[in-house]
């Protein structure tokens, strides 16, 4: 299976545009977390929604959000458990909702991050593995820099000790670090 959870921003007078694709062909639950250690400025969005297979959520940050991450959530299900095990992978302190002093993310969960407008003036960004695995994801943007991504599915291929956790029919849908 090729899917992966695309992130792309893009740069503007007012600030910047995000756009969270979701290329799987299953639901997904992506969400936000802003880094309040290094500013206070915050998006306009909620900190987490469902994604419907090949759907896509565009929205403005403004231009002194310094840093965050995105990642999405798998197989959740917020009505009868709204904490952080609401969803098999990547889920929240929160649910849905993402709290947002606490709400980075439950193990395995691939992520995006960045930093804008760093000291050096620079964007940085990145699609990180270190919280360990659960979706394909790539970031774009329109500034022709580098791709940033992992965009295979690595669950079927994690070494068997890392594997997990498994969906109802036995798929794994994450590989721990």
């Not at 991050?113 to 970031?139: C, F, H, K, Q």
């Not at 068997?160 to 029919?169: I, M, N, R, Y």
Request: proline fraction near 8%; glycine fraction near 12%.
């Amino acid at each position: 299976m090729r899917s992966v959870a695309l992130l792309a921003f893009f740069g503007s007078v007012l600030g910047r545009t995000f756009t969270v694709y979701n290329a799987c062909p299953f639901t997904i639950w992506p969400a936000v977390f802003t880094d309040l250690n290094v500013g206070n400025a915050v998006p306009g969005i909620e900190t987490g929604w469902e994604a419907a297979a090949f759907t896509k959520r565009t929205f403005n940050v403004p231009d002194n959000w310094k840093a965050g991450r995105i990642w999405g959530r798998r197989n959740c299900n917020f009505s009868t458990n709204p904490g952080p095990n609401s969803c098999l992978s990547g889920g929240c302190n929160g649910g849905l909702l993402c709290d947002s002093r606490t709400g980075t993310g439950v193990p395995p969960a691939s992520v995006a991050e960045w930093t804008l407008n760093a000291a050096d003036g620079l964007d940085w960004y990145d699609v990180s593995l270190v919280d360990g695995y659960n979706l394909p994801m790539r970031i774009t943007n329109t500034a022709s820099c580098p791709v940033a991504d992992c965009a295979v599915d690595l669950g079927p291929d994690c070494p068997a000790p890392l594997k997990g956790p498994f969906d109802s029919t036995g798929f794994p849908v994450g590989c721990k670090v």
